[in-house]
């Protein structure tokens, strides 16, 4: 039962476009949602959270938006740069339990 | 170190053998994690331990897999009689209290 789900294995965009990540969950005892980047051969790295008492969180290129009727949450990276090319996972957790759930990842690539 | 540190950075086994793998976290951090991630999947969550409350094992895949973290700082990874399935990137991770955790940059295990 996949907890967090991100649809779309891969997505493709031009250079100075937006780029739209997505990601649902159907637990409802998650209360906050985290995006993290990974290289090839590389581990994880934070880029952005959102609590679940927010609908948004920006920083710098990176916007994360959070709907929580629908159980949804994006990320949009604007104007995508070819160094944003890597796989996207969504993460979520319930305050009670702390490990994360990951989604499948996306994998973004951004052409020049 | 500065970071989350994980090693042997690769490991090739034959089917069978046991092999462990080390973790050694940002200090001060309380909280560690081991996930796993196959070829073409998202990060499976493996186990949490939380400074000295029990671990949560929920997402051990067998007993053959087992971890202890030693004095609340480094962690081992163990999966006894190796099979070809176990074959992943076992990625390690750290946190405070708060919601981001860290990873390092992941053992890679490879069951032949």
């Known amino acids: 039962d996949q907890q967090v789900k991100q649809n779309s294995p891969s997505l493709s965009v031009q250079e100075g476009r937006i780029s739209i990540l997505n990601c649902d969950y159907t637990?409802?005892?998650?209360?906050?949602f985290l995006w993290y980047k990974k290289y090839p051969a590389e581990g994880p790295t934070f880029l952005i959270s959102i609590s679940s008492i927010k609908d948004k969180n920006e920083d710098g290129r990176f916007t994360v938006f959070l709907n929580k009727s629908a159980k949804h949450l994006s990320l949009h990276i604007v104007p995508s740069q070819p160094g944003d090319s890597a796989v996207y996972f969504c993460?979520?957790?319930?305050?009670?339990?702390?490990?994360?759930?990951f989604g499948s990842g996306t994998r973004l690539q951004v052409q020049p | 170190g500065a970071g989350v540190s994980q090693s042997p950075s690769n490991k090739v086994t034959e089917k069978g053998k046991d092999v462990e793998l080390r973790c050694d976290p940002i200090s001060g951090h309380t909280a560690l994690y081991w996930y796993r991630q196959s070829l073409g999947q998202g990060l499976e969550f493996l186990i949490y331990?939380?400074?000295?409350?029990?671990?949560?094992k929920s997402g051990l895949p067998s007993d053959r897999f087992s971890a202890e973290r030693t004095g609340g700082s480094v962690s081992t990874l163990t999966i006894q009689r190796t099979q070809q399935e176990d074959s992943a990137v076992y990625l390690c991770a750290s946190s405070e209290a708060g919601n981001t955790i860290y990873f390092g940059e992941g053992s890679w295990l490879t069951v032949v």
């Open positions: 331990f939380q400074g000295n409350s029990a671990p949560d």
């Open positions: 993460a979520a957790g319930d305050t009670g339990r702390r490990a994360l759930t």
């Open positions: 637990n409802s005892m998650f209360d906050y």
